[in-house]
């Protein structure tokens, strides 16, 4: 069994349960269980889905680092031309819904192209007040464009990025968005982020399938703001 390193050790009670995860509630972070390896920076392999209201403690015989790794700049230039195109292609083929939804992205970006290129921690709590909590599920699509800047700021050569990043994700975090959310925004603030997006900004090329399929929007937000991130860091 596998889990990730911030998963680890964690207990908890099983707060929400599905067919293919189960949500542990350890003390306001959330851990992700699944019967396969995990893909998020808070997951943990499972040999069965717990129940709702089990208490749970997360094992693990091998101990998966979802830390980014700060792309190179020819890494970095073929991930902005190939995130751009992919996250495009899916929102028009998955129809009206998708292009709705891809509407928070769209407003967003300018806002973190701005905080970004800036290096402002005031433009940055802007960004964040305007995206975190904004699209439906239980990632709303606002946090994972935020999410996906998040974790390559983090790992970036900024000096003092650890201010524009708290800006970004704010203080009362937890009041905007669901623990789940809160959670990973939290994990990619400190420069970890899902096993695709490590493997894209390390330069597997094939990883951006893999990191746009997760979720209805999910991915391709975080595709988007891990490419803006990338184009102007």
């Known amino acids: 069994m596998i ?3 911030p998963a680890l050790g964690r207990r908890g009670v099983v707060a929400g349960a599905g067919r293919e995860a189960a949500y542990v509630d350890a003390g306001g972070f959330v851990v992700v269980l699944t019967l396969v390896p995990p893909v998020l920076p808070n997951g943990a392999q499972a040999a069965r889905l717990p129940a709702v209201g089990e208490e749970v403690v997360v094992h693990a015989d091998e101990v998966w680092d979802p830390r980014i790794r700060s792309p190179a700049g020819d890494i970095a230039a073929a991930i902005v031309a190939a995130g751009d195109r992919a996250v495009a292609g899916a929102i028009v083929a998955a ?7 891809g509407d928070v992205v769209a407003r967003g970006r300018d806002a973190l192209t701005r905080a970004i290129a800036a290096r402002d921690p005031a433009l940055a709590a802007e960004a964040g007040a305007e995206l975190i909590g904004r699209g439906g599920g239980l990632t709303p699509e606002g946090d994972d464009l935020v999410g996906g800047v998040a974790a390559v700021v983090a790992v970036g050569p900024w000096p003092e990025k650890e201010a524009w990043l708290r800006a970004l994700i704010g203080e009362d975090l937890r009041r905007r968005t669901t623990a789940l959310s809160a959670t990973l925004l939290e994990l990619a ?3 970890m982020g899902p096993e695709p997006l490590q493997a ?16 209805h929007s999910t991915g391709r937000a975080i595709a988007t703001g ?3 991130a990338v184009a102007n860091v």
């Open 200 to 215: 894209w900004l390390a330069g597997d090329a094939a990883a951006l399938e893999r990191l746009t399929a997760i979720g």
């Open 189 to 191: 603030a400190a420069g």
């Open 3 to 5: 889990a990730a390193r």
């Open 95 to 101: 129809g009206a819904r998708a292009v709705a939804a």
């Open 226 to 228: 891990a490419a803006l």
